[in-house]
């Protein structure tokens, strides 16, 4: 009687669907990819066109995109036969602990890496977009941090250790307060009307870089109160290109509150924003200090010096138009 290893049948049709389903899948994700990343393209090109913006944008996003393709491809090339072989040849376990130990390196080394390019932006915008402008450069280096793959967290301008450390800074008795006044506020609903001033030259944002803060400039607001902060959510709410205090004393306010105590609702003023926020600028402390060259002697101005300031006294620093 002959002896012999025992033969094992493969069905070959059987392999071979399910590597054209896996195939056909892999094509179909891809061909999906594709096209979101081409509806992607003729989004950003209509709404920015060839601007400055748009050029910031594309110096921004051209390192970022290079180190996430780089890791993620060196992870796909490197990592998928070694894990298929180990999964083989030392089971699924072995093969698991592989690929968690491949994610936890993988994780530090971008965190290590973009890290590393935050600190150095301005040095990298100075080779890669050495003929931009301060102002282009300004906001290709906001957009570089805000795409870099590490979340930075909401800036909490109530806790103490938000605030730089150098220059001028709150008491820490002063903003318990105030957070305690606003947690005693009540909850907005249809009972409540805010009427929003917008289409000026006001912060709009804030990140801490540095040692300082980083304020965000747009229209988005009143010069005062930006747009996000008065919208109250579940109130009616109005807007209407205004300067913060204008607002009292400008007649259309006055007719739509007269409005809104006599039967709750107006059509003079729209209940969605109309204004664009424009081209945005960044600001820095340092640049808001350097601009604040002399004091104010009140007593040696003259009447329509004082008068001139006073006019003015509402209006953007220049720092805050787009340069």
Partial sequence: MGTGSPSVSIPVG???????????TVMAASVIVKLAGIFKEITVADIYGRSEAMDAYLAAILIPGLLINLISESMNQALMPTLIRVRETEGPTHAQELLSNAMLWTCGLLILVSTTMALCARGIFSLTASHFGPEKTNLAIHLFYQLLPVETGRLDLLDPSAWPRRGAGPRRSQLAAVRDFSAQLARADDRFASIIGTGQRTVTGIERRGGQFHYQVSAAGDGT??????????ASNHYLRCEHSELPRSELVAAAVIDLLRTGRTRRLPQRVIIRKGRPTYVSDAELRGSLDRKIDWQSLRTAERRRYLQRLNSPPPLYWPR
Wanted: aromatic content about 0%.
């Fill in 225 to 234: 109160v930006a747009v996000l902060r008065a919208t109250l959510p579940g």
């Fill in 14 to 24: 059987g392999v071979n669907r399910r590597i054209l389903s896996a195939a056909a």
